[in-house]
């Protein structure tokens, strides 16, 4: 079964974003910031991350740099997720290895696309 950590502090767009993956048969994890995801993807196995950016303890780009530069999750597509909109933001996210970036408020069917291009390679 396809696992997604989702990562966020907020608990509604956490919980919509959770609902709307579960739905499509996806597992869910959730964390409410980066430390947390740490935990998560060390007692888990997880397919895709998908992360918000302003968090915090540690920031959604925080995180995304040491999933990629951490040897065993490396390899985890990371998609950033976050009401920061400027392109200089997609330009970091992006900088600091995330595989894609949405925009939110974001579509259903636009995220669930991104996820099904993520989780192919």
Known sequence: MI???????SITPRQMLSELLQSHGIKV????????????????????????LIMPEMNGYELCRWIKNNP?????????????SEEFD???????????????????AEMLKTIKTLLKG
């Open 29 to 52: 994890i959730e964390a409410i910031n980066g430390i947390e995801a740490q935990e998560k993807l060390g007692a888990e196995t997880v397919n895709l991350v998908v992360t918000d």
């Open 90 to 108: 997609r330009y970091w996210g992006m900088k600091q290895g995330a595989d894609a970036y949405i925009t939110k408020p974001y579509q259903s």
């Open 3 to 9: 696992t997604v950590l989702v990562v966020d502090d």
């Open 72 to 84: 065993p999750t490396s390899k985890i597509p990371v998609l950033m997720c976050s009401t920061k």
